[in-house]
């Protein structure tokens, strides 16, 4: 069976109901250097693809492939200009799904849905043993983005952030 | 109901001539997979009733655990789709459907109170005919019966879930699975009497696989068709030209050389001086028709037959560039460039792969579809692998039913729309 044990990271940008429409989520984007074409987006390396948008235009969903926690953040700083509020979604299966689990204290092998306050913010998990699958879900707005709450919550989930070695811990300690 | 519950519980169910690829949006960018087949248990027997096994059908994973002899497995293992199409009246195939949906709604279904049912959108083959829609939002209903699993449904046909998947209204979309080839022209919606269906799909290259693995002395191994498959997916290669790449494998034979292990047991294949016929796996599913493979039909492999299922006629031989040209051809003179340049191949039959150091006579499928239609005149074409072939249709019915609103409902003149079954 085929299995993708990277993660899947969904943004889904709510837009201002009213005075913002997906053109102009887009503007932002672009202003933010994030260069349109087609269903694609990039900066640089990285690159995002625009799943899908509502019928009636009041959401747009990207998938953003990059591991990178800045990258996310950066993503969706551009994003929240012309957001109400933007939800992101991990899809993380086998071996990603199991450590993100042992990191937010849960076991994966119950069918059922968690709610887990981290950084302030209240984080979705819902959990699929059958299918060795886990979905974490919360929302930000601009506050939790000037918290570099993302940043936090990927480093959680992922386990990114490098270790640092004792020497770097000592001579960071002397400094 | 409101439109934020359904954004977050749309469920895909891509019905494949193979495999049965199925999740709800949460899973992201990957399907659960399980193959379309049920076992019949045979519960009358005294050690069912030892064993306490009270279901009547399997399906899933846990289908191996049930099998019984080689003549057993025959005539109680049901593959429902495997031309894409149920006859009406086989009750068991419609049985085997059912319980595949139940199996894959039931992984998902959340257990809160909150939860009021998917909306489950399902792909079925672009041949498929009217009976087939009526009967899955039947049982879709039937889901229904203990607790709510299914709010609402929707079905479309596979090529038009790629095409959605890609964002493309106007392309010619190739499926090509397990049993059968569909070739169709979408115009914001797929020209259906320009869709050209072929008799073939992974299981013809499967069985050329099992015919060499017979002549390179694994007769044995060529009797187990999941292994086969394996075994093609392993060592089979597209060439971009069949008797270059023949020539080539001949004079650099450390090459070319396939040997494989096949993890857990002790099997070990190497195809030795044969190994220039790996490139006959590929140019198989594309060009049928090459005389290399006159010899073969000869010596007993059947050949793609013609065949009627409904109304639908599957060609046998006729070659990819051929089909996607008769269907194109089908369609207004004015469309027509626009159809040769989008072309999207998808389905599991098109993941060929170039191994290192054979890029100068290996190709991948996009590229072999591009040379043939060019071979045949054909300007300004464009074809596209889809990215993860084997699951665009799944990603096509999540990208639909997260956009159509709850509110459309289900017309048949137009087929699309959500029909309530709750």
Redesign the interface.
């Known amino acids: 069976?085929?299995?993708?044990s990277g993660p899947?990271i969904?943004v889904v940008c709510k837009l201002r109901s009213g005075d913002s429409d997906v053109e102009a989520l887009f503007r932002a984007l672009e202003a933010g250097e994030w260069k349109l074409a087609?269903?694609k987006l990039s900066k640089g390396e990285f690159e995002a693809e625009?799943?899908?948008?509502?019928?009636?235009g009041d959401?747009v969903?990207f998938?953003l492939r990059s591991a990178n926690p800045e990258v996310l953040e950066d993503f969706s700083r551009a994003a929240i200009r012309e957001c109400w509020y933007i939800e992101v979604?991990y899809?993380l299966?086998a071996e990603a799904a199991e450590k993100a689990a042992e990191n937010l204290g849960i076991k994966l092998g119950e069918?059922?849905?968690f709610r887990i306050k981290e950084f302030g913010v209240q984080l979705k998990v819902?959990s699929?043993p059958?299918?060795r699958?886990l979905?974490i879900s919360y929302r930000v707005g601009w506050g939790e983005l000037n918290r570099n709450v993302m940043k936090k919550i990927h480093e959680k989930l992922i386990n990114t952030k490098s270790p640092k070695s004792l020497l770097d811990r000592i001579m960071g300690w002397m400094k | 109901m409101n439109e934020e519950y359904k954004r977050e519980h749309v469920f895909g169910l891509d019905y494949g001539t193979s495999d049965f690829k199925f999740g709800p949006i949460t899973l992201g960018e990957v399907p659960e997979v399980v193959e379309n087949r049920g076992y019949f248990v045979d519960s009358s027997s005294l050690m069912s009733r030892l064993m306490g096994v009270r279901k009547e059908i399997v399906v899933g994973r846990d289908v191996p655990m049930f099998l019984e002899s080689r003549e057993e497995l025959a005539k109680r293992m049901v593959y429902p789709m495997r031309n894409g199409i149920i006859p009406k009246d086989d009750e068991r195939a419609w049985k085997v459907i059912e319980e595949l949906t139940k199996y894959a709604l039931e992984i998902f279904a959340p257990e809160y109170d909150d939860f009021q049912g998917f909306y489950a959108v399902a792909s079925i083959s672009v041949v498929a005919p009217r009976y087939m829609y009526e009967r899955l939002f039947e049982v879709f209903k039937e889901m229904n019966r203990g607790r709510v699993l299914i709010r609402a449904a929707t079905i479309i046909p596979q090529p038009l879930a790629v095409a959605i998947a890609h964002k493309t209204p106007t392309c010619t979309v190739v499926e090509s699975g397990h049993g059968n080839t569909q070739v169709c022209p979408i115009s914001m919606y797929p020209v259906r009497d320009a869709v050209i269906a072929l008799n073939r799909g992974g299981d013809a290259a499967n069985i050329l696989t099992a015919e060499i693995l017979k002549d390179a002395g694994y007769g044995d191994l060529a009797k187990e068709e999941s292994l086969v498959r394996k075994i093609k997916e392993e060592i089979g290669l597209l060439p971009r030209n069949l008797s270059e790449a023949i020539q080539f494998a001949k004079s650099n034979p450390d090459k070319v050389r396939a040997s494989l292990k096949i993890p857990g047991t002790r099997v070990k294949i190497d195809l030795e001086d044969l190994s220039w016929t790996r490139f006959l796996i590929g140019e198989y599913v594309f060009n049928p028709g090459h005389e290399i493979f006159q010899s073969y039909f000869a010596r007993g492999m059947p050949r793609p037959g013609d065949v009627k299922i409904g109304d639908t006629y599957f060609y046998g031989m006729m070659d990819m560039a051929e089909a996607v040209i008769t269907s194109v051809e089908k369609c207004p003179i004015e469309l027509q460039p626009y159809l040769y340049s989008k072309i999207l191949l998808s389905g599991g039959n098109f993941g060929w792969r170039i191994p290192r150091g054979l890029e100068s006579v290996a190709t991948t499928a996009d590229l072999k579809s591009k040379e043939m239609l060019v071979e045949k005149g054909i300007e300004n074409v464009e074809v596209v692998v889809t990215g993860d072939p084997k699951f665009s249709v799944w990603k096509g019915c999540i990208v639909y039913g997260y956009a159509v609103p709850i509110d459309y409902e289900w017309r048949w003149e137009r087929m699309e729309g959500w029909m309530n079954v709750a």
């Open positions: 069976m085929l299995r993708d899947c969904r087609g269903p625009i799943l899908s948008s509502s019928l009636e959401e969903i998938s979604h899809h299966r069918k059922r849905v819902e699929f059958a299918a699958a979905t």
